[in-house]
């Protein structure tokens, strides 16, 4: 089944982990936003692989913002 995680509040993409085709354990780090200074970590929500990730580093991005999609196992 495929899954997206989206932005919870508008951020600029810091650091991105993985790539499409990664295989993730639950809870993984996937990428980190930054906000108001504080680093705030994406994690995977189910062990899966990744299928595509909507931004690159450096990117501002909106609440709601697609930011990566995968395949869950």
Same mark, same amino acid.
């Given at each position: 089944?495929?899954?997206?995680? !989206?932005?919870?509040?508008? %951020? ?5 982990? /993985? @790539? ?18 504080? !680093?705030?970590?994406?994690? %995977? ?5 990744? /299928? @595509? ?21």
């Amino acid at each position: 089944m495929s899954e997206t995680i !989206e932005s919870d509040m508008g %951020a600029n993409v810091w650091k991105i982990l /993985v @790539a499409p085709g990664d295989r993730v354990e639950e809870e993984a780090t996937l990428m980190i936003l930054e906000a108001m200074k504080m !680093e705030i970590p994406i994690l %995977a929500e189910d062990a899966g692989t990744i /299928v @595509a990730v909507h931004v690159a580093e450096g990117d501002s991005v909106a609440s709601g913002q697609p930011l990566v999609e995968f395949e869950t196992a």
